[in-house]
């Protein structure tokens, strides 16, 4: 089958597509015919090895990638199923985490699938799984968003930016999106009721305080971001503002915590959407609100398969409106 591969740490330019042997699902999983595969950070981080200090941890690989084809976000076809599965069958159209999701066919636990709603189209599906989860998670778990509450999500236009503010309107929030000129039109028709150009506005010298603000960016201090916080406001971060190489979003955590105990203000990280993590529940209340037409993925920019190292590069330089997704089939 066809893979993006890649052999060492490094920018995009050394994936290569390739022939690899397909792969079997063992007990307990599934054989998914990738049609469409998103592009997150999450997999510009895993193809660098930044930061250093998550290659300690296990989850990427110490000097080279733990995984050699690269990709987590897929939407596909059941191809099959291994011994003790019974949710899925052969050819029910599923999205999820598909770790080496940039190939022909890849492997996920059962859990980590959820059958494809079907207003949805392969790419439209395949932009879901870390977005929409991540953003359910700072909105309503982290965050706890209720009716009525002022809302800022700075970063607004990306990936998680698209899911969070439809997440907090359908709540009843009073949304401010924060994101860059082009995407002003895209964040109010999505149900901000304002909308700040980042490039013209500065929300932290704003008179506005929020209830939750949801940062996707890490561009402004958690210090600056605090000063905007209502008394008993939530401060979520998502991991931006990398300090460095080094440590990078754990680096940008362990700020928010400290300033967070300073100042006596909830600032909270979300907890990671990873193919790794629990992730069934959240898969489920997206797809919920996705078929009741209360929840829309934004594509952005489609990509061959072919053009990866460039779809990557993409998103690596922060320029995606909604989700960059590649077709595969």
Known sequence: MRAVLQERFGPPDLLRLGEIDRPRPGPGEVLVRVHCA?????????????????RLLGGMGLRRPKHRVAGIDAAGVVEAVGAGVDALRPGTPVLGFCQGAFAEYACAPVER???KPERLSFA??????????TALRGIRTVGR????????????GGGVGTFAVQIAAGLDAEVTGVCGAGSVDLVRAL?????????????????TRYDVILDNVGNYSPVRLRRVLAPSGTLVANGGGSPGRVFGAIGSM???????AAGRRRMRPIVPATPDGPVHEDLLAVTALIEAGRLAP??????????T????????????RGKTVLTVR
């Open 309 to 320: 190292a460039a779809a990557v590069r993409h998103v690596e330089e922060g320029h995606s």
């Open 124 to 133: 439209e599906a395949a932009a879901v799984p870390m977005g929409a989860v």
């Open 254 to 260: 362990l700020k928010v915590a400290a300033v967070a």
């Open 191 to 207: 149900g901000a009721r304002h909308v700040l150009d980042h490039a013209h506005e500065d929300f932290t010298q704003g008179t």
């Open 298 to 307: 934004v594509v952005g920019r489609t990509r061959t398969l072919a053009d």
């Open 145 to 156: 968003v209720r009716a009525g509450h002022r809302v800022l999500v700075n970063g607004a």
């Open 113 to 115: 699938l959820v059958p």
């Open 38 to 54: 998103a592009v997150n950070p999450y997999d510009w981080h895993m193809m660098r090895g930044d930061p250093y200090a998550a």
